[in-house]
């Protein structure tokens, strides 16, 4: 039993799909399931694995399951057994407590472009449990080796796939840092920077304004990227743009702790 629980709890991480693992934390009066069992619950609120507990408890728990992939937190999901009415929709008698707790895959780096920057914001990101991938042309292993992709014959950008979970950081170096851009703004990533002197992301928001791009839409663009650290060199700027990264993944403030007490 618990061989088959890790078995599938390895293949969804390696899978890197999110899932939940549901698990009967309290109990009392008669309920069928007992404290330790484990359900384990995929991204479309089926599950694949485990029981903790019957039409009493399933939907409550599948319910609390998707809200917590969503906003990846955990949450101890109260179920009354013995309450037709305000209860879970069954009289089985009893009550239960389940802890529901999120399992999410790796957010993506894409980096575009290349030099110090991208090198050390590479660096960081997998530091802090990114997926890198960077898109460039002359990307090499040896540059790189903590990516888990290199794309470096993409002239189109037909190969960046942005996906949810997806961040963006285009490092200018060349004259197409424009479309990539645009192509970065098509998906649904909750961050795309722009790293470039001012008269540089100037001349690539007129390009995107003039392509239709809609001002709102050209707000996405965090440009220039980074928090004000006051950074100056590569090694600075990539940790300010990692440090804003986190706050957008995490739903930070982005201020200093000591404002915050």
């Known amino acids: 039993m618990f061989n088959e629980y890790f078995e599938k709890l390895a293949e969804f991480n390696?899978?890197?799909?999110?899932?939940?693992?549901?698990?009967?934390?309290?109990?009392t009066?008669?309920?069928?399931?007992?404290?330790?069992?484990?359900?384990?619950?995929?991204?479309k609120g089926q599950t694949v694995f485990g029981w903790v507990g019957g039409g009493c408890a399933e939907e409550a728990v599948r319910e609390a399951s998707l809200e917590s992939m969503r906003d990846g937190q955990t949450r101890i999901v109260p179920l009354?057994?013995?309450?037709?009415?305000?209860?879970?929709?069954?009289?089985?008698?009893?009550?239960?407590?389940?802890?529901?707790?999120?399992?999410?895959?790796?957010?993506?780096?894409?980096?575009?472009?290349?030099?110090?920057?991208?090198?050390?914001?590479?660096?960081l990101a997998h530091t802090v449990h990114f997926s890198i991938t960077v898109n460039d042309s002359v990307a090499t292993r040896e540059t790189y080796p903590m990516a888990e992709r290199l794309i470096t014959s993409d002239l189109d950008f037909s190969k960046m796939e942005i996906g949810p979970q997806t961040y963006v950081v285009v490092v200018t170096q060349h004259?197409?840092?424009?479309h990539s851009i645009k192509k970065a703004l098509k998906g649904n990533g909750p961050y795309i920077g722009l790293v470039a002197s001012t008269?540089?992301?100037?001349?690539?928001?007129?390009?995107?304004?003039?392509?239709?791009?809609?001002?709102?839409?050209?707000?996405?663009v965090h440009s220039p990227a980074g928090l004000d650290f006051a950074g100056t060199t590569p090694e600075e700027i990539a940790l300010s743009i990692v440090g804003e990264m986190v706050t957008v993944r995490r739903g930070g403030s982005g201020k200093s702790m000591m404002e915050l007490k």
């Open 14 to 27: 390696a899978a890197e799909v999110p899932f939940a693992v549901a698990t009967v934390i309290k109990i």
């Open 29 to 43: 009066g008669s309920v069928s399931a007992k404290p330790g069992a484990k359900s384990i619950i995929d991204s």
């Open 80 to 123: 009354d057994l013995d309450d037709e009415i305000l209860g879970v929709g069954m009289p089985c008698g009893g009550t239960m407590e389940v802890y529901v707790e999120p399992y999410m895959p790796r957010p993506e780096l894409m980096i575009v472009g290349h030099g110090r920057i991208a090198e050390v914001l590479a660096q």
């Open 175 to 178: 004259k197409g840092d424009q």
């Open 199 to 220: 008269k540089r992301a100037k001349l690539v928001f007129k390009y995107l304004r003039d392509e239709g791009v809609a001002p709102e839409e050209l707000k996405r």
